[in-house]
């Protein structure tokens, strides 16, 4: 069926959401003019093998050379840390971190802000931002799950921004992505229902311009075709009795709920 966890798998989700949540707030100080996206990637690869004693879930899946993903200005998503790639002031960066303890996965990112980025990068951070937190506060059981989507999309196109639709959230687990795929865009009251216990990701990706995509020759990178600002959020989320638990909640976000 759906994935249902049970008791126990759920323990060990909201402890490998809490590590994976800890890289992002642990990384957070590094990330600044100057620090190339590999110094990044090896900061993080350490914490989660020495500190956490985790596995970085990225490392060699389908092949993936990094550790963890990271995606700058018009980088989509799945950008490879590299020593080329160094930061500089007003880029806006995704950093995606995923870890695997006791066999299960969490998977969240956030954006960061370099110096003073423009403010249309500013607005679209902020606007990817709010499309995960109204796509997250509807979750609970019964909800279908086109409803997520369709909050995503009101909210970005009433911005005048676009939502990528090649790639998607996902269920996850003891496997990184499972069923059921969660879109971040589409119809009310359309799609499976959502049901206690099932764990997903929402992570919209949303573009400053028009929402094509394409791969990059390295095999992983996914840039905006029209070269456009992108931004992207993530948290990984429990569907509870009554509504939702964020497994990836960091401490500066103690105020949600
Ligand atoms: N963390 C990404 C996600 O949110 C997946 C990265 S796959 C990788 O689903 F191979 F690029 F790491
Ligand atoms: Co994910
Ligand atoms: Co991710």
Redesign the pocket.
Known sequence: MNNIKSQSDIKKMRVAGKLASEVIDMIGSYVKNGVSTEELNEICHNYIIDVQQAIPAPLNYKGFPRSI?TSVNHQVCHGIPSKEKILKNGDIINI???VIKDGFHG???KMFLIGKPSILADRLCKITKECMYKAIEIVKPGLHIGDIGAVIQEHAHKNSFSVVREYCGHGIGESFHESPQILHYGVKNTGIKLEEGMTF?I?PMINAGKKNVKLLSDGWTVVTQDKSLSAQW?HTILVTKNGYEILTKREEEDCLI
């Open positions: 993903c995606d971190v995923t998977d969240t990112s990701t992570e993530e």
